[in-house]
């Protein structure tokens, strides 16, 4: 077997499963309500990520044939901004239902949310080749009459040969809340105003996800976190310092209150590369400017929801004991 992928793993708890068809489990990645992440090897040792999508997604037959149909119209695309589509498949839910699993070729690199969460912003190389790599993967999936709908600092990861954008396929068909249990200390960059019950989501949406993204990797800030912080937005506008100079104009009309009011991801590419034939810059600019992230790279932890209430189950097995062991001492016994 290979050795251990460049990115924090989190060991596996009872839940999760130690195999997904013929990939063998071997850590957890992350994970949020669209489903879990696990860093897992098939027979040969070679590593994946395979992805196990929530009940919630899936137990309902018309949601999981939109995933199913998502999942094979991105495996199309043919992107090189996004992680090659290996395998699909369904395991038992326990539920009498289905959870539709993927696995995409391995990207040793951690996600952009941990890496500057814990190193800072990237430098304004990393930053600008970021911004290029995103509005090139979404563009690609615009021109495919597709959306991402699913975009976060989480799905942005950081290899050794540039970013790529995972997670495209599952999101959301209508707006739902699927980033209520994210780290508070991280940003959330789904666009305000991305609908509702009926409204799927809009390549626009994901062109304001473009926008904090990219924010996020030039500050550390993000341009909405509450209700509060989306009316200031609307009212004040971002606050751009500390982006690059040629970066603001495009940050801040990605974060514009009117979706129609925003670039198209094309439009951004062909802006950010000035060249007549973006993607050929793009990967030029990979090749001449983006190093891999220094080895070994030590990341901190965040713990997931699962773990905090892991912890706070062992913690009142805990008290209860201490109360057994007072009440007994009290009664003599």
Avoid at 157 to 174: E, F, T
Avoid at 258 to 269: G, I, M, V
């Amino acid at each position: 077997m290979t050795s251990l992928p460049r990115r924090p793993l989190r060991p596996l708890t009872a839940t999760d499963p130690e195999r997904v068809d013929g990939y063998h489990c071997r850590g957890l990645i992350g994970g949020m309500n669209l489903g879990y992440t696990y860093a897992a090897t098939d027979e040969a040792g070679r590593w994946y990520a395979v992805k196990v999508l929530s009940r919630v997604l899936t137990e309902d037959p018309e949601e999981a044939a939109r995933i199913r149909r998502g999942l094979e119209l991105v495996g199309r695309v043919g992107c090189p901004r996004l992680p090659p589509l290996v395998a699909t498949g369904s395991l038992p839910s326990g539920t009498g239902g289905e959870r539709l699993w993927y696995a995409t070729s391995y990207v040793p690199g951690p996600d952009l949310g941990t890496l500057v969460h814990a190193t800072g912003p990237l430098s304004e190389v990393r930053v600008r080749l970021v911004a290029a790599v995103l509005a090139e993967a979404l563009a690609d999936l615009h021109a495919a009459d597709l959306t991402h709908g699913n975009l976060s600092v989480f799905n942005v990861l950081l290899g050794p040969d540039g970013p790529l954008v995972c997670d495209a396929g599952p999101g959301p068909g209508d707006y739902r809340e699927y980033h209520e249990t994210v780290d508070p200390a991280l940003p959330l960059v789904v666009a305000p105003n991305t609908g509702g019950p009926g409204r799927p989501v809009a390549p626009a949406h994901d062109v304001f996800s473009w926008g904090a993204l990219v924010l996020y990797a030039a500050t550390g800030r993000s341009a909405v976190e509450s209700d509060e912080d989306r009316e200031r937005l609307w009212r004040e506008g971002v606050d751009l310092s500390g982006l690059p100079e040629d970066l603001r104009g495009p940050v801040e009309e990605a974060l514009r209150r009117d979706p129609h009011e925003r670039p198209t991801a094309a439009e951004l590419l062909s802006r950010l590369t000035g060249a007549a034939h973006p993607r050929a810059a793009v990967r030029t600019a990979l090749a001449a400017h983006w190093s891999p992230l220094p080895e070994p790279l030590r990341l901190a932890h965040h713990p997931s929801r699962r773990e905090h209430a892991r912890g706070a189950l062992l913690l009142f097995a805990v008290l209860a004991a201490l109360a057994l062991v007072v009440a007994l001492s009290v009664l003599g016994l």
